[in-house]
């Protein structure tokens, strides 16, 4: 019995075999490098806390000089792609509603990367949100010689006046007390409207303060300005959301503030911390559990320091201007004795908590130094400027390492 051709004998080479294999390795080899793998890249969208966005936290930060996206945004949103095989060029697109346009991101990829894109809110459309939305956040990315990649994800938007302060998820903990430096906005319309009330010279009152006497003197102004207005405090808690993930507080944009001449602790001290910033006054925002009061800075170390309640904004009811032909000279007096009641009712309340403002206490207590916060990077959210954004001329002091005012409480 002959054995046939192609039925090696044992131990003989299997050459024609192993060619055939061979053969068809090689064409599978070459059709698969002419079509990537499905699993060449990978997308996964992750946001901090879990399923919010905040677009005031990338409002308040400043653009990089060379717009790139990629990595421009805060890190509470963040896209990562997986990679396998061959480097690749890709592009990530973002949309969701409330952006002015979609973010696209082109990128080259040969390892695995996480990217923190910023987005591009629509400042007026976000400005009608009364509430926290519910919507969808969509990502494709895509590369030539693969199906894009669609993940689409829900994430609740929150307006413009929720302040997100904290947050503890997992072993992530996120100190963003910083943020509230952003609704403090000196060059809002409305500190036009407060300076022009309290009888101050604009252009004239550009100079840098000079002394205490100086810095009392334009926070007293400022301060009558507010009353002739008819701003009034109203008892509002400004908490959203106290934990345990996530800690958030409403802070009312300026302008619903001026128009409703209606504020609570928090909206008096981020109106009052604006125009001391326009005129040169160097100020803070102390935050207590349930409660906010500005203070300011009276000497040119940052050693000294005044406090002001403002609880008691619309001092002894003056809820409104003083009626026709009553005479300024009162409604003035009024001011000036609301304004001394406020700086003992701030004094004291500042020395029952300075021993908690240490560090340690946080998210409840904090002091929020508004010309550190600016040199952190924490810009005025800007919402109410229309096209005229750095128009208006500010006093801006430098920004010291302030330390903590306990030095001399006057």
């Given amino acids: 019995m002959h054995r046939s051709a192609t039925t090696p004998s044992r131990g003989a080479p299997a050459r024609p075999l192993l060619r055939a294999v061979l053969r068809i390795y090689l064409a599978l080899s070459a059709s698969m490098a002419l079509v990537a793998p499905a699993g060449a890249l990978s997308l996964d969208i992750e946001t901090t806390p879990s399923g919010d966005l905040f677009p005031a936290l990338e409002l308040s930060q400043p653009r990089t000089a060379d717009g790139g996206e990629a990595h421009a945004g805060n890190g509470l949103l963040r896209l990562r792609v997986g990679h396998s095989g061959q480097p690749r060029d890709a592009r990530l697109t973002v949309s969701t509603p409330g952006l002015t346009t979609a973010t696209v991101i082109d990128t080259h990829i040969d390892e695995d990367i996480v990217l923190r894109p910023r987005l591009k809110w629509d400042i007026g459309a976000l400005r009608g949100m009364q509430g926290v939305r519910r919507q969808a956040l969509q990502v494709v990315l895509s590369s030539p010689g693969m199906d894009p990649i669609i993940r689409t994800v829900e994430i609740r938007l929150h307006p413009l006046d929720e302040a997100l302060y904290f947050v503890r998820e997992g072993n992530n903990r996120i100190d963003l007390g910083w943020s509230f430096a952003a609704w403090v906005d000196p060059q809002d319309p409305v500190i036009d409207e407060l300076l022009q009330?309290?009888?101050?010279?604009?252009?004239?009152?550009?100079?840098?303060?000079?002394?205490?006497?100086?810095?009392?003197?334009?926070?007293?102004?400022?301060?009558?300005?507010?009353?002739?207005?008819?701003?009034?405090?109203?008892?509002?808690?400004?908490?959203?959301?106290?934990?345990?993930?996530?800690?958030?507080?409403?802070?009312?944009?300026?302008?619903?503030?001026?128009?409703?001449?209606?504020?609570?602790?928090?909206?008096?001290?981020?109106?009052?911390?604006?125009?001391?910033?326009?005129?040169?006054?160097?100020?803070?925002?102390?935050?207590?559990?349930?409660?906010?009061?500005?203070?300011?800075?009276?000497?040119?170390?940052?050693?000294?320091?005044?406090?002001?309640?403002?609880?008691?904004?619309?001092?002894?009811?003056?809820?409104?201007?003083?009626?026709?032909?009553?005479?300024?000279?009162?409604?003035?007096?009024?001011?000036?004795e609301g304004f001394e009641a406020a700086r003992r009712a701030g004094r004291d309340r500042y020395r029952r908590i300075a021993p908690r403002l240490d560090g340690r206490h946080r998210p409840d207590y904090a002091l929020i130094d508004i010309s550190k916060a600016r040199a952190y990077g924490i810009m005025p959210l800007a919402v109410g400027r229309g096209d005229r954004a750095g128009s208006a001329p500010v006093a801006l002091s430098a920004p010291h390492r302030p330390q903590r005012p306990t030095s001399h409480i006057p």
């Fill in 197 to 336: 009330l309290a009888g101050i010279d604009i252009t004239g009152m550009m100079r840098m303060p000079s002394n205490r006497a100086d810095r009392l003197a334009r926070a007293r102004a400022i301060w009558f300005g507010l009353e002739r207005h008819g701003l009034r405090y109203a008892d509002d808690s400004a908490g959203i959301s106290q934990g345990p993930v996530v800690y958030s507080q409403r802070v009312r944009l300026l302008s619903s503030t001026w128009d409703e001449r209606v504020a609570n602790c928090l909206d008096g001290s981020v109106l009052i911390a604006s125009a001391l910033e326009r005129l040169g006054v160097g100020s803070f925002l102390v935050l207590v559990p349930g409660h906010a009061f500005v203070g300011f800075y009276t000497d040119d170390a940052r050693h000294e320091a005044e406090f002001l309640e403002t609880t008691l904004l619309g001092f002894a009811g003056q809820a409104r201007p003083a009626p026709s032909g009553s005479g300024a000279r009162p409604a003035r007096q009024r001011a000036i």
